[in-house]
DNA sequence: TATTGTTATACTCTATAACTATA
DNA sequence: TATAGTTATAGAGTATAACAATA
C-alpha cells in the first residue's frame, strides 16, 4: 500500500463532504447548489440575483433556475429592488430562515465532531495547513487565469 | 472577522479544488467525472462497467454515458470479456495511458507545491489531521446509511 | 432467476446568446 | 449604451425503470 500524499488526502475529504451533502438533501427539494445560494443569502440577507451569480460565481441565467425551484419550495420569495426597477431582491421566507438556522446548528455541530477527532496537539497545526493550502491554491487559479487571459489576448 | 471553524477551512479548500480541476478541462472532451473514471481505470487496469460503476458509487447507466464520451474521444476501449460473454471490459487507449500518466505527474508535483506551502512543522499534523477527519466522516456517513436503511425497513 | 449493459425518460447544474425593461 | 433578469437552447451528470442477452 502506497503512502497518500497530501492531495490525496485532501482530495478524500473533498470527496467525502460532497457525498455527506449530497445525500443528506435526498428526497427534498433541496440540492448543494440550492443550498449554496441559501447559505449566501443567509450571510448577505436580501441582495439582487446579479450580486448573487458574483458571490456563487456561476452565469445569471443560472440564479434564475435556482431562485425559480427556491422560490416554488416556499424558502426564498422575490421582492421589487426599493430604487432599480430592473432589479429583483432575493430574500429568504421565515421557513428559509428558519431552515438555514438549523443548517447553522448542524455545520456548527459538525465542525465540533470532526475537530473532537483530530488529536489535541494537531488542531492548530491542522488549521494553519488548511489556510496555507487554500492560500496557495487561491494563488495557482489566480495564475492560471491570467495566462489563459494572456493567451486569449494574444490570439 | 469571524474566525473560519475547521469545517469553514476544509468546504474552501474542497470547493477550491472543484474550480480549479472543472477550469483546467474546458475546451476539452476531458469533464471531472470522466477523469475519475479515467483515474479509477489507470489503477485498476481494465476492468467490467459494473466494476467502474461499484468504484465510482454511481449507476451503471452513468458509465454507460461516460465510457460512450470517453470513447469518442479516443480515451478508452471497450472490449470483449474474456469468460462473460454479458460484460465488457473497459480499458485505457495508448493515448488514454499517455494522458493518465502526464496527470499522475501534475498530481504529483501539484501535491508537492502545497506540501511546500505548508510551514514544516505543521506537515505532519496537517496529514494526520486529514486522515482522522475522513476516518470520522467515514463513519458518520456509515450511521446515516445504517440509520436511513433502519428507517425504510421500519415502514 | 439473477446479472450486465443498454435504451427510454426525467431532473438538475451549468453555459452562451438573444431579448425586454430599465438605468 | 450598459445592466438586470428572462426565455431559448444545449451539454453534462445523475437517477430509475424496462428490456435483451447471457449466466
Known amino acids: 500500500m502506497i ?3 497530501l492531495l490525496d488526502r485532501l482530495l478524500v475529504v473533498a470527496d467525502l463532504f460532497a457525498r455527506d451533502m449530497a445525500r443528506a438533501f435526498e428526497g427534498t427539494a433541496l440540492t448543494t447548489a440550492r443550498m449554496t445560494l441559501l447559505w449566501s443569502l443567509h450571510h448577505s440577507g436580501p441582495v439582487a440575483q446579479h450580486t448573487l451569480a458574483e458571490a456563487l460565481d456561476v452565469s445569471p441565467r443560472n440564479i434564475t433556475a435556482l431562485v425559480d425551484a427556491l422560490e416554488a419550495a416556499g424558502y426564498v420569495v422575490r421582492r421589487a ?8 431582491l432575493v430574500e429568504l421566507t421565515a421557513a428559509g ?7 447553522a446548528q448542524e455545520h456548527a455541530e459538525l465542525s465540533e465532531t470532526l475537530l473532537a477527532a ?14 496555507a493550502v487554500a492560500v496557495r491554491l487561491h494563488e495557482l487559479i489566480a495564475e492560471h487565469a491570467a495566462a489563459e487571459a494572456a493567451a486569449r489576448s494574444a490570439s
Chains 1, 2 share one sequence.
Open 3 to 5: 503512502e497518500p500524499t
Open 81 to 88: 429592488h426599493p430604487t432599480d426597477r430592473r432589479a429583483r
Open 97 to 103: 430562515a428558519r431552515l438555514m438556522d438549523r443548517t
Open 118 to 131: 483530530v488529536a489535541p496537539r494537531d488542531r492548530e497545526a491542522l488549521e494553519r495547513g488548511l489556510d
